[in-house]
C-alpha cells in the first residue's frame, strides 16, 4: 500500500486515488525563460518516480505537466517584467520563439535523462481562453473584482477575504500576511495578499481579449485552468517543488475551490530544493548547473539521474561533482551485478531460501514509503553485495538466480535504468552483429589493423567488445 507524505494534512497518508485504478496527477513544469537546471529537474524526476510507481502498482496515470510560457513575474507576481519578456528583449526574439526555444530544450534535457512522458504538456499561452472562463466564473461568484486603471483598461484580482480557507495549505494567516517580502502592496488591491488574475499592462508584448479587456493572465490561474481542463475539477495529487506552496499553490487552492465549489487535489506533494554549495539553486541566483554542463563535464545522463533520485525528495540535497562520482561507482557496482547474474549458471546446491525475492519486496515497500529510496538503495545494495559473494562461490540457486533477474529489471523500471553492460542477443542490431563477425575474421586471419579499426567503428556506434575464452562479449559503451 503506497502511502505518501500529505504536505496539506502534514501526514503520511495512504494514497486512495478517487476512482478505482487511476491516477489524475498535475505537476508544475517549467518556465521557459531560460534552460531549465538541475534544481528542476530533480523536481520532474520526483514526478517521473511517481509516476514509475503508480504504473508498478498498476494504476492508469493521467499526467499533466505545464509549461509556463506567460505570466510569470519577476520580483512579484503582479507587477514587475514578464520573465519570458525580458529573456525575449535580451535575445532579440519574440517571446514565443524564447518559449520554443527552450521548450525544446525541455523535452530533449528529459528525454535524455530517460524520463517516461506525462500525457499532456500543455503550454499555458495555449490556454487563456480557459483562464478567462475561469476568471469569468470567479467574477460572476463574487470572488474577484476588477479594477479600472486611468486608460480604461482593466486588472482583474482574486479577493482573498472571500474564501476563509486561504492559508490552509501554507499555513499563512490573511491577518498575518502584512505587506513584505512577498507580498506587494498595490494601491488598486483590497488586500495585500489579493493576487492577480488578469494583468492589464498595454507596454506587454503578449495580449490577450478578455470580455473585461485586454491583457494577460496571471501565473497561478494558468495551473488552476488547465488542471481543470485535463483533469476533472478534483484531481487526486499535485505536487510541485517547496517554493509553489506559497503563493502559488494556495492560490491555485483559493481560485479553484471558490470557482468550482469542490475540493481542488486530494494530496499534496512538496519536494525540497536542490542545494549548491548550501544555497538554493536557482535560475535567479545564477548558481545553477544544467544538464548540457554536467554532460560537457563528462559526467553521464545516467550518473546525473540517479543522484537527484539517491535522496529521499523531503531531504535536502546537497549538489557536489563528487555526489555525481558516487553516483556513477553505484551505477557501475548494479551494472557488474547485472552482467555477473547474466553470465551466472544457478546451481541447485547452497541456500534455498530466497533473499532476492525478500530483497525485491523490500525495495517495493520502501518505495511504497512516501518513496523512501534510501532505503530502498539500502536495501537492495546489502542484497548485491550479498549475492556477488555468493556467486563467486557458486552458491547461488537457479531459482534465486531466476528472482535476481527479476530484481534487477523491477528495479531499473521503477528508477528508469536498465542495467548491465552486457546486451542481450535480440537487442543487438544486425548491422552490429554483422561487424562483430567480421572483426572475428580479421582476428582469425591476423588482420589486426583491421579488427581494431572495426573496434573503434562498433565503439562509435556505442558498443564495447570483450574478447573471452568463449568469443566476444558485446557491451554498452
Ligand atoms: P520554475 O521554472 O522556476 O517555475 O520551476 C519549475 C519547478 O522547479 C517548480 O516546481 C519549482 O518549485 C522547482 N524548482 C525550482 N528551483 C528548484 C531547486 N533548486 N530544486 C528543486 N526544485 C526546484
Ligand atoms: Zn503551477
Redesign the pocket.
Known amino acids: 500500500m503506497l502511502k505518501l507524505f500529505d504536505s496539506y494534512t502534514k501526514k503520511k497518508r495512504a494514497f486512495r486515488p478517487l476512482h478505482k485504478g487511476k491516477v489524475t496527477f498535475y505537476g508544475?513544469?517549467?518556465?521557459v525563460y531560460s534552460s531549465?537546471?538541475i534544481?528542476?529537474l530533480?523536481?520532474?524526476l520526483l514526478y517521473d518516480l511517481l509516476r514509475r510507481l503508480f504504473e508498478f502498482s498498476k494504476l492508469e496515470v493521467t499526467q499533466v505537466m505545464n509549461i509556463?510560457d506567460v505570466g510569470?513575474m519577476m520580483a512579484d507576481e503582479d507587477e514587475g517584467e514578464d520573465k519570458m519578456e525580458v529573456a525575449a528583449k535580451e535575445s532579440g526574439q519574440t517571446p514565443q520563439e524564447v518559449a520554443e526555444f527552450f521548450t525544446r530544450q525541455f523535452f530533449r534535457d528529459i528525454d535524455r535523462l530517460n524520463f517516461r512522458r506525462a500525457d499532456v504538456y500543455p503550454r499555458a499561452s495555449e490556454h487563456v481562453t480557459e483562464m478567462i472562463r475561469l476568471i469569468g466564473r470567479l467574477l460572476d461568484k463574487g470572488h474577484a473584482y476588477k479594477v479600472r486603471h486611468g486608460d480604461g483598461g482593466t486588472s482583474v484580482y482574486f479577493d482573498v477575504s472571500t474564501f476563509l480557507d486561504y492559508g490552509k495549505l501554507s499555513g499563512n494567516k490573511l491577518d498575518d500576511l502584512s505587506p513584505g517580502a512577498r507580498i506587494e502592496v498595490r494601491d488598486e488591491k483590497r488586500h495585500p495578499a489579493d493576487f492577480a488574475l488578469w494583468i492589464h499592462n498595454p507596454k506587454h508584448l503578449m495580449q490577450w481579449e478578455a470580455p473585461w479587456g485586454s491583457g494577460y493572465p496571471g501565473w497561478h490561474i494558468e495551473c488552476s485552468a488547465m488542471a481543470i481542463k485535463y483533469l476533472g475539477e478534483t484531481i487526486d495529487i499535485h505536487a510541485?517543488?517547496?517554493?509553489?506552496r506559497f503563493p502559488h499553490h494556495e492560490c491555485e487552492i483559493a481560485q479553484s475551490e471558490c470557482a468550482t465549489g469542490h475540493e481542488f487535489s486530494h494530496y499534496w506533494l512538496h519536494?525540497t530544493?536542490?542545494?549548491v554549495d548550501g544555497e538554493?539553486?536557482?535560475?535567479s541566483k545564477g548558481n545553477f548547473f544544467t544538464l548540457d554542463d554536467l554532460l560537457a563535464k563528462g559526467y553521464s545522463a545516467r550518473s546525473i539521474r540517479y543522484l537527484l533520485l539517491s535522496s529521499h525528495y523531503r531531504q535536502t540535497l546537497n549538489f557536489t561533482m563528487r555526489g555525481l562520482d558516487s553516483a556513477a561507482a553505484a551505477l557501475d557496482r548494479l551494472d557488474s551485478f547485472a552482467d555477473t547474474l547474466s553470465r551466472y549458471s544457478g546451481q541447485e546446491k547452497g541456500i534455498r531460501s530466497n533473499p532476492a525475492a525478500m530483497a525485491r519486496k523490500g525495495f517495493v515497500a520502501a518505495l511504497n514509503d512516501d518513496l523512501n529510496i534510501s532505503n530502498a538503495l539500502a536495501t537492495l545494495f546489502d542484497y548485491v553485495r550479498e549475492a556477488n559473494e555468493r556467486m563467486a562461490k557458486n552458491e547461488l540457486t537457479a531459482n534465486e538466480r531466476s528472482d535476481a533477474g527479476q530484481l534487477i529489471k523491477d528495479v531499473g523500471q521503477l528508477l528508469g535504468f536498465t542495467f548491465g553492460r552486457t546486451v542481450g542477443d535480440e537487442d543487438i542490431p544486425s548491422s552490429v552483429k554483422a561487424l562483430v563477425e567480421k572483426r572475428e575474421q580479421a582476428r582469425l586471419e591476423k588482420a589486426f589493423a583491421e579488427a581494431d579499426r572495426i573496434r573503434l567503428e562498433l565503439l562509435e556506434k556505442g558498443y564495447e567488445i570483450e574478447d573471452t575464452s568463449d568469443g566476444p562479449i558485446i557491451k554498452r559503451k
Open positions: 508544475c513544469g517549467p518556465t531549465v537546471h534544481g528542476n530533480r523536481t520532474f509556463t510569470h510541485g517543488g517547496e517554493d509553489n519536494i530544493h536542490l542545494l538554493k539553486m536557482s535560475k
